[in-house]
Structure formats: C-alpha cells, structure tokens
C-alpha cells in the first residue's frame, strides 16, 4: 500500500493492528502479530509499529483512568 508519508504509514499501522486485534478478539483467539514493518519501494525499513504500542494507546487508558469507588488503590 503506497500511502503520502510516513506519518501517514504509522496510522495506517496502528489502525490496522487494532483492526486484526478486534477480530481475534471476536474469535476468541491469540493475537500473534508482534509488529508491523514499513518499509519504501525498495523494501528498505523506514519505522516498524509495535502491536503493544497501537493497542496500549486505546486499552491503558480504561486502566489507568481514574479508581472508582470500590478500588482498592
């Protein structure tokens, strides 16, 4: 997939990596994926995008957002 940057790659990235780990999760598998690698024409790395960094941005927040009443913080 040729995309304008390579901002514009890591999004794709991290998107694509919440989007396969929905779908593991609907099936009740282990999502495997370590990471997903970007590279230019010539299969030269530019920026690899860790699969616990993409879904840390969306799942941390649930735990470490602020205790409710029944926390034993």
């Given at each position: 997939m040729e995309l304008p940057d390579l901002e514009a790659a890591k999004s794709e990235a991290r998107d694509t990596i919440r989007e396969l780990?929905?779908?593991?999760?609907?099936?009740?598998?282990?999502?495997?994926?370590?990471?997903?690698?970007?590279?230019?024409?010539?299969?030269?790395?530019?920026?690899?995008?860790?699969?616990?960094?993409?879904l840390h941005e969306v799942i941390a927040p649930v735990f470490n957002g602020p205790r409710g009443p029944d926390s034993h913080a």
């Open positions: 780990a929905a779908e593991y999760i609907k099936m009740g598998k282990p999502l495997t994926l370590w990471s997903i690698r970007i590279c230019d024409a010539d299969d030269r790395l530019l920026a690899e995008v860790a699969t616990s960094d993409a």
